[in-house]
């Protein structure tokens, strides 16, 4: 069963020449690594040759598993958003209840994670609490410590 992810127009273009690089780029450059290796005699004893082989697999393992993502991959219109509940593409400000630190975070699916950016994944323990909340719920996230709250304060679309 494959797993629907939304993307930014953007998120989707880096997806997208990710996997075209792989493909258009590393694929043949493993592909000549394998030939130059044949070329220097007996397989059977051809350290060089097994390691090219392994780095081909694992190249293609690599594609096959973008290849899935991409097709899999959906766009999703920020403007057409929901403000009213935290959805994929949200920008959520919260408070934490504990220590009263503001945080502003962007849900993006997982592959567009970026902390320092202030982008966090949906499938992250923050990100699930978060998902179909309204201003002034409290968010509940499962942490090694115990529970953290997290008190909705303003959904965005930017």
Not at 92 to 102: F, G, L, S, Y
Not at 150 to 155: D, G, K, M, N, T
């Amino acid at each position: 069963m494959s797993k629907v992810s939304y993307y930014t127009a953007e998120g989707l273009k880096k997806l997208r020449d990710e996997l075209n690089q792989l493909r258009d780029v590393e694929r043949p450059k493993a592909s000549q690594a394998i030939a130059e290796a044949r070329d220097k005699g007996d397989l059977s004893e051809n350290a060089e040759y097994d390691a090219a082989k392994e780095a081909q697999g694992l190249l293609e393992m690599k594609i096959a598993k973008l290849e899935e993502v991409y097709s899999n991959a959906r766009l999703i219109d920020e403007s057409q958003l929901d403000t009213s509940k935290v959805l994929v593409h949200s920008t959520v400000r919260i408070k934490n209840q504990t220590n009263a630190a503001e945080v502003k975070y962007k849900l993006v699916a997982q592959s567009e994670a970026d902390l320092k950016a202030g982008k966090i994944s949906v499938d992250s323990p923050i990100g699930k609490s978060l998902l179909g909340k309204k201003v002034g719920d409290i968010a509940e996230v499962n942490v090694p410590a115990g529970i953290m709250k997290f008190e909705i304060l303003e959904i965005t679309r930017d």
